[in-house]
């Protein structure tokens, strides 16, 4: 059952970045900056933090792991995984581990990038 609400959330997810990306291609000005993507990421990023916000300080006992499953893995994982990063990001600053937080959002952006960067470099080479 879990998986399939995770699947569900990811779908719906999926097919609201969808329109976000076609929406702001048509409406928002400038082709070459990617305004979807940045869209999705701040929003995604405010949304988890409302909701995350809320289920620990308002809700916590009322929401159960399915909804949580549901709401923040499936629905937010769908929409963007940005928001998990930042997520990530604030709890390791939270905690007083600032020093691991910078740490981690450098080693991401930086690794992932290059990640990318390898990887199409890797089929480059091979096409």
Request: glycine share 14%; net charge positive; proline share 2%.
């Amino acid at each position: 059952m879990n998986i399939f609400l995770v699947f569900l959330g990811a779908g719906i997810g999926g097919v609201l970045r969808y329109g976000v990306n076609v929406g702001s291609a048509r409406y928002l000005p400038g082709a070459a900056f990617p305004w979807g993507t940045f869209a999705v990421n701040v929003i995604g990023s405010l949304v988890m933090g409302l909701m995350v916000g809320w289920l620990a300080f308002r809700a916590e006992a009322s929401w159960s792991m399915q909804a949580k499953l549901f709401l923040a893995t499936g629905l937010m994982g769908g929409f963007t995984t940005f928001s998990a990063f930042s997520l990530d990001a604030i709890l390791l600053w939270e905690r007083g581990d600032w020093q691991i937080s910078f740490l981690y959002i450098g080693a991401s952006v930086i690794l992932s990038i290059a990640a990318l960067f390898a990887g199409l470099a890797w089929i480059r080479s091979m096409v």
